[in-house]
């Protein structure tokens, strides 16, 4: 065993068993449908008439969408309810009192001149605190409680561009936060301390009030080295105020996510229980467990021992993004679950890519050993698996860094997948093939490493010789018509918005006995309405949420609810906004947007601007297609299906960018090579990369076949929307993105 090989097993052994102990140390978070979790009622409380009305409110919904990312909260939900309410639902929420403190706090940050000290008589004026119709300037007392007077507010927290919690053990001043302003901000903040800066050393005058919610928590002595006019450049302070480390984060999280609109007052608290039931999770097991084994016996019966060593890795795989979702606190979802079980189908794509390319090496060039040709493999089959990576990893970053929401969720799964993913190929799959095909048995019987024959589909390709590339206009044809149809769609029966999209009703009941949730669910299916959400939200009540309803499909609500127990009384019915707001859509797009856009210039760096330009192509073809089908079933389009495309996305470049690896691999061959057609060169590289591609797409279709018949109706959309998803990009990365390629490149020349 050589030295390297030694460090690839030490290291695969190390990652496991961190992974191992973070897994059974580490607890890890459910969401609101799999486990529940703390239900919070705020209400608005308008101070002037025109700050009454449902902008207002939803304005509300996003600065606490942003306090509730701050807060580490992941796959929160929060919906306008009624004209004035706002519904916050918080899985695995710790100290829920906490929670809704900060989340009520209006947050309204100042920074003022000090006029001067103010006498003890004006302690009641403080007391009441400052109103907007006060003739004399504010007073309020200080750190120490000594009595200011301010002048109006030169800044707010609008002029700052983030703040953050610092420890600084050095200087003494422990925990504080630290603020920096916009370029207007900067102005202002110069302008501000270099007026203070023009009184002497110890008048009070010399003072700058940083304000929170009526409250002093700063009012620090401009230094004397600041002159008189010039001000404090830099665009930058520090807020001192003796905190905790608890005070200086939460100071920091309200100065980031801006001031509420409105104040708001907690008016109601709860625990509430999962939006799933027991049995669509129990299916879910099921159809995990079932899909990951049909998963690893098609991928043993197709590389044999090497297939077999690529399923422990894919366990291997699991595990390890299991423990890293634990270790993040991040917060799982069944969307969530059954995009990591299907990441598992798909992490066996780097698997199949150097098991292919060992092969090519053992037939093409009759490597003496498989352990010579898997080396082989592993080395040219590493940049396919770099560049496919690597463009989903950007998409990932980019979904977390500008995405807020179940949106940026996604983006962190993505990113823990991915990488994942390239560990238990690239070191635990390798680690355990190199121990394997070094044994001297193997060396006398290759056949059963499973790299030893070239396989059934490169078998046929070879003996059909089929020109691809023959008519790439046909091809491009073909994926026109099917955008058209799915425009058509579109156009013709339009989208059906899900309650998270559109809003709805959200009716709350007080039962006679408790009612099981799961007996609701079918009750309200059999009523017609199979989509509508049902939790408990205390004893004896039941909410349920449906899109809009009429007074009779109300009605038909109530009734199968009160079927189920002697009595059902409404206590509630109120209508939601949507839990996607404008502000989260509008920066879904904004991310998606910029995350293709680097995509694209990553693909035309790596290959060619022509050929990332065809890749992106043929993933907005991907998109239209979905979409397009999805509007002809009359499926809802919600977050299960946003989660669904986003995977649909990913899976659409990675597909595209290993056809393209092995066109630019030609490419580079001999003098002829290059003197051969761009469309044969580009036949040639579909033909080779092929078996990946069916061996991939069957091991994905496995698991999401077991998704959509074993799932329930909770998975059944999700699966839907993934299988077409995988059958369209599988298409479009051979007969969209590669004869697009060639037809830029002929009229190039």
């Known amino acids: 065993m050589t030295r390297a090989q030694r460090i690839r097993g030490l290291l695969a052994l190390a990652i496991v068993a961190l992974s191992l102990y ?30 009454a009305g449902p902008d207002t409110v939803d304005r509300t919904v996003e600065v606490l969408r942003g ?32 929670a809704a403190e900060v989340l009520g706090r209006t947050a309204r940050l100042s920074f003022h001149h000090v006029l001067g000290t103010a006498p003890d008589a004006d302690a009641a004026e403080a007391a009441a605190g400052p109103r907007p119709d006060q003739s004399r300037p504010p007073v309020l007392p200080d750190e120490s409680g000594q009595l200011l007077r301010l002048d109006a507010a030169v800044m707010t927290g609008k002029d700052v561009e983030k703040a953050a919690a610092r420890f600084d053990a050095q200087s003494g001043a422990g925990w504080h936060v630290t603020v920096e302003f916009k370029d207007a901000g900067r102005d202002r903040w110069a302008a501000l301390t270099g007026e203070a800066a023009c009184r002497p050393a110890g008048d009070p005058a010399r003072r700058v009030a940083i304000v929170l919610d009526d409250r002093i928590v700063s009012s620090p002595q401009v230094d ?31 100065v980031n996510g801006g001031a509420l609109p409105v104040p708001v007052e907690t008016v109601e608290e709860r625990t509430v229980g999962p939006t799933l ?4 999770i129990t299916a879910s097991v099921w159809a995990a467990t079932v899909g990951s084994t049909l998963t690893a016996l098609f991928v043993i019966a197709v590389y044999r021992l090497l297939g077999a060593l690529a399923a422990v890795a894919l366990l291997c795989y699991g595990l390890i993004s299991y423990a890293a979702l634990a270790a993040l606190g991040a917060t799982l979802t069944l969307p969530g679950l059954a995009g990591f079980v299907l990441a598992i189908g798909m992490a066996v794509d780097a698997n199949v890519l150097v098991f292919e390319r060992a092969r090519e090496e053992y037939a093409a060039h009759h490597r003496p050993t498989p352990r010579s040709a898997l080396a082989a493999g592993f080395r040219n089959a590493l940049s396919a698996i770099a560049d496919s990576n690597i463009t989903t990893l950007i998409a990932a970053g ?60 490169r078998d046929r390709l070879a003996r059909g010789n089929p020109r691809l590339m023959r008519h790439p206009r046909r091809w491009l044809a073909a994926s026109a018509a099917a955008l058209v149809l799915a425009g058509a769609g579109i156009a013709l029966r339009g989208l059906d918005f899900g309650i998270e999209f559109t809003g709805g009703r959200q009716v709350e009941y007080a039962t006679a006995t408790p009612v099981d949730p799961d007996r609701a669910r079918a009750a309200l299916a059999d009523a017609g309405f199979p989509h509508a959400v049902v939790q408990t939200s205390g004893e004896n009540r039941l909410t349920v949420r449906t899109g809009q309803l009429t007074t009779a499909q109300a009605n038909a609500v109530g009734a199968a609810v009160g079927d189920l127990t002697s009595r059902a009384d409404e206590l509630r019915d109120e209508t939601i906004g949507p839990s996607l707001g404008k502000e989260l859509r509008r920066g879904a797009l904004i991310a998606l947007a910029v995350a293709l856009g680097a995509q694209l210039v990553y693909l035309a760096v790596r290959f060619r601007l022509l050929l990332g330009t065809a890749a992106v192509a043929a993933l907005a073809h991907d998109v239209v297609i979905l979409v397009g089908v999805f509007a002809w079933l009359g499926r809802p389009v919600d977050g299960v299906f946003l989660a669904a495309l986003l995977t ?28 051969t057609p761009f469309r044969d060169i580009a036949g040639r590289a579909l033909q080779q990369t092929l078996p990946r591609t069916v061996n991939t797409g069957t091991g994905a279709a496995l698991i999401l076949t077991a998704l959509a018949g074993f799932g329930g109706d909770s998975l059944t959309d999700f699966a839907l929307a993934l299988l077409i998803g995988l059958a369209v990009g599988t298409y479009s990365s051979m007969f969209t993105a590669t004869p697009l390629a060639v037809v830029l490149q002929e009229r190039r020349r």
């Open 398 to 457: 980019l979904l977390f860094l500008l995405a807020s929401g179940p949106v940026r969720g996604f983006g962190v799964t993505l990113g823990i997948g991915v990488l994942a993913s390239m560990v238990s190929a690239l070191v635990i799959t390798r680690a355990l093939a190199d121990l394997a095909v070094s044994r001297p048995g193997l060396r006398r019987r290759p056949h059963l490493t499973g790299i030893a024959h070239t396989g059934a589909v």
């Open 22 to 51: 973070v897994a059974m140390s580490v607890p890890v978070h459910l969401g609101l449908d799999l486990r529940g979790g703390t239900q919070i009622v705020l209400e608005t409380r308008p101070t002037a008439a025109d700050d």
């Open 648 to 675: 649909v996305i990913g899976y659409s470049v990675n597909d595209s960018v290993v056809v393209f690896d092995r066109l630019r691999e030609l490419t580079r061959h001999a003098d002829k090579e290059r003197e």
């Open 67 to 98: 306090r509730v990312d701050a807060l580490g909260v992941a796959e929160p939900t929060i919906v306008r309810s009624g004209s004035d309410r706002i519904v916050v639902e918080l899985p695995g929420v710790q100290d829920p009192a906490e």
């Open 224 to 254: 004397p080295s600041v002159r008189c006019g010039a001000g404090i450049g830099g665009g930058s302070t520090q807020i001192n105020g003796a905190f905790d480390d608890g005070e200086a984060r939460e100071l920091a999280l309200l």
């Open 277 to 280: 039931g027991a049995q669509a």
